[in-house]
């Protein structure tokens, strides 16, 4: 029997961003359009409160100035409630002083993960 391989859809440098509306920690977002006229640096990461995120969200947030001068936010995205993501960047602005100024997309069943091919197939997060 003859092996069927999935094949992730990725978009490309040039191509339309795909459309999507979510809850973030800022409240509801229609993405493209809330952010027209501006460039966006979208990431995501695996989980909330984890070490290694927690070190890439802070030093994102210390730089937001430098992204804002050149017209670009920044925009992050797990699997996590908003709920989550809240508490954890409280915690981080608990623990070191630094708020979390960007949006945190809530993705909880991967909708928006799959639209960017940011899952291998067969893995749900």
């Not at 030093?59 to 699997?79: C, P, T, Y």
């Not at 915690?91 to 002083?97: C, S």
């Amino acid at each position: 029997m003859e092996e069927v391989k999935e094949v992730i859809s990725m978009p490309r440098i040039g191509d339309q961003a795909p459309s999507f509306e979510a809850m973030t920690t800022m409240g509801p977002i229609k993405f493209p359009e809330d952010f027209k006229g501006q460039w966006v640096v979208f990431f995501s990461h695996p989980a909330d409160f984890t070490p290694v995120c927690s070190t890439e969200f802070l030093a994102f947030a210390q730089m937001n100035e430098e992204f804002a001068k050149r017209n670009v936010q920044l925009l992050g995205l797990s699997i996590d409630s908003v709920f989550s993501h809240i508490a954890w960047a409280m915690n981080l602005k608990e623990k070191t002083g630094i708020e979390i100024p960007f949006p945190i997309v809530a993705d909880a069943d991967g909708r928006v993960a799959k639209l960017y091919g940011m899952l291998h197939p067969g893995e749900s997060s």
